[in-house]
């Protein structure tokens, strides 16, 4: 079973402390869901966890190695990386792109085989893109290219993968969807998996755990009941909010109240204050 963890981790950008010493053991089988205001650090830890960035102190490992002295094969061998944002590139297929997750297990010039084929094909569908496996990528739409990153990404089935804000843009069947395939993966497989993502209800239904990002640290690290707490969700985001029980999932489920929540907001709510 993988082993992946993060020690100590600190990144600047010049002088501008963005992770203050870090640390994150990750499990197999566990969707981990980093959350955070704008800024908090949430794609900078991704990035730094996939060595897209080289922090100025500590360690991320896999299996006992630091990631900074694998090479460039072996790493995307153990993790893929989904990024929130890349350039459109050449006018390739849908399919062409979704095999290049392929690479890193078979070089460049090696043809494809069958099992090859059978992992792009279940990517392709994992991410709902059977139907447009041979559309120019130029003519997608910007839903269907985030599901066709995240395709390429599960394609390259590496037992770690990365998911920076994959549910962005998507419409509401597939932001269910994704997370719910990816669920799934990471249970059958045994991935480790790590997700930003900024809806805090999806990240109660779908992580395991969540580690909440404020003021360069953790603020807040565990199950979706001790992390969605209202003092913790106004620490970090400056909105008042009441956490009430999910009627069907029973999972923590966030009513965002505003910015200040006064008691004239909390009556109008019928929250808190009785009525007279
Ligand atoms: N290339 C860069 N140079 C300097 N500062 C940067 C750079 N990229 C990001 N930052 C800063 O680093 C901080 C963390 O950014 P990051 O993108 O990690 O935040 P985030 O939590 O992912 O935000 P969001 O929710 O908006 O995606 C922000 O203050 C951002 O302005």
Redesign the pocket.
């Given at each position: 079973m993988t082993r992946f963890y993060a020690q100590g981790l600190t990144f600047s950008?010049a002088d501008?402390l963005?992770l203050d010493s870090i640390s994150l053991e990750f499990c197999a089988g566990e969707i981990l869901v980093l959350l955070?205001a704008?800024?908090?650090?949430?794609?900078?830890l991704l990035q730094s966890l996939s060595r897209q960035l080289n922090p100025v102190n500590g360690v991320v490992g896999v299996d006992g190695r630091d990631i900074q002295t694998m090479s460039r094969r072996s790493l995307a061998q153990s993790i893929a990386f989904m990024p929130?944002q890349e350039n459109r590139g050449t006018p390739l297929r849908v399919i062409d792109v979704v095999r290049l997750g392929r690479t890193p297990h078979r070089g460049w010039w090696m043809p494809l085989t069958r099992d090859d084929s059978d992992i792009v094909d279940q990517s392709l569908e994992a991410a709902g893109l059977t139907d447009l496996r041979d559309r120019v990528i130029t003519e997608l739409s910007g839903g269907e290219w985030r599901r066709m990153i995240l395709a390429r990404a599960l394609a390259q089935a590496s037992p770690i993968v990365l998911l920076d804000e994959p549910t962005a843009g998507l419409d509401l069947k597939f932001q269910f969807d994704v997370l719910d395939r990816v669920r799934q993966m990471a249970k059958q497989r045994g991935l480790i998996v790590v997700v930003?993502l900024h809806d805090l209800n999806h990240a109660a239904l779908f992580g395991d755990r969540l580690a909440l990002l404020s003021q360069r640290s953790i603020l807040a690290l565990g199950s979706p009941q001790e992390v969605l707490q209202p003092h913790l969700i106004e620490q970090a985001f400056g909105v008042s909010v009441v956490v009430i029980e999910h009627p069907v999932h029973g999972t923590p489920f966030v009513v965002p109240l505003g910015e200040s929540c006064t008691s004239e907001t909390q009556q109008r709510h019928g929250k808190g204050v009785p009525r007279e």
């Open positions: 950008y501008r963005i955070g704008n800024g908090a650090g949430k794609t900078t929130q930003t």
